[in-house]
């Protein structure tokens, strides 16, 4: 079993709607999620990451963090074109000298 | 501020070539890691160095070697290609590693 698990997609949604990616993950220790965005062809960039049990917002992005039922959601509002990409989710072993990525879904926004 | 440097961006090796990848960061970062990135596979550990002098085999390590040349340096190397390593690799550092990645432009690698 991996330790992240993602739905590939692609996940289509329309412009101005939310979107919403989920991640799974089989450590129950792990303490902190790390969402990332990849463009096609480019690097992994870090969005946001989230530490504690709930919800934490930064601007359009909200992170949820469900420890008891393992797992991690990110919504995007007012989803736009520019969002379109493949979304990341990581964390870290324990003593963080590594992560464990999903394998990514992609996001397709349509105007 | 130019962040994670990687050469080169491609290379197009022949099966039995070796080759080094190049990184560096100028951020004052002490983690260092290399990660090799295939379709439907996400983002593989290669290798890793937690500090300056040190370096760990992470989740594919064979057919690879590093070097920790100094703090702002982490290099890859090939010694025998094969078609297997056909991939996208890409170099990363971290100041604290809760704080997540930054992640160089990643080179593009095929070998026939």
């Known amino acids: 079993q991996k330790e992240v698990e993602q739905n590939s997609g692609p996940l289509s949604v329309p412009e101005g709607a939310i979107a919403s990616l989920n991640c799974t993950y089989s450590?129950?220790?792990?303490?902190?999620f790390f969402w990332y965005r990849q463009y096609s062809g480019k690097s992994p960039e870090l969005i946001m990451f989230?530490?504690?049990?709930g919800d934490k917002e930064d601007g359009r992005f909200t992170a949820q963090l469900n420890k008891a039922s393992q797992y991690v959601s990110l919504l995007i509002r007012d989803s736009q074109p520019s969002d379109s990409a493949t979304y990341l989710c990581?964390?870290?072993?324990?003593?963080?000298?590594?992560?464990?990525f999903g394998s990514g879904t992609k996001l397709n926004v349509k105007p | 501020n130019a962040g994670v440097t990687q050469t080169p961006k491609f290379q197009v090796l022949k099966t039995g070539q070796s080759m080094t990848l190049q990184c560096a960061q100028d951020?004052?970062?002490?983690?260092m890691y290399w990660y090799r990135q295939d379709p439907g596979m996400g983002l593989r550990l290669i290798y890793y160095?937690?500090?300056?002098?040190?370096?760990d085999k992470g989740e594919v390590p064979n057919g690879y070697n590093v070097s920790r040349l100094n703090k702002r340096e982490f290099s890859l190397r090939l010694e025998s290609a094969a078609p297997s390593q056909t991939s996208v690799y890409f170099c990363?550092?971290?100041?604290?590693?809760?704080?997540?990645?930054?992640f160089g432009s990643g080179t593009r690698l095929t070998v026939v």
């Open positions: 990581a964390h870290p072993e324990n003593n963080f000298n590594k992560f464990y």
């Open positions: 951020m004052n970062h002490n983690s």
């Open positions: 450590d129950r220790g792990s303490q902190s």
């Open positions: 160095s937690a500090s300056e002098g040190t370096t």
């Open positions: 989230i530490y504690s049990n």
């Open positions: 990363a550092s971290s100041e604290q590693e809760d704080y997540g990645y930054t």
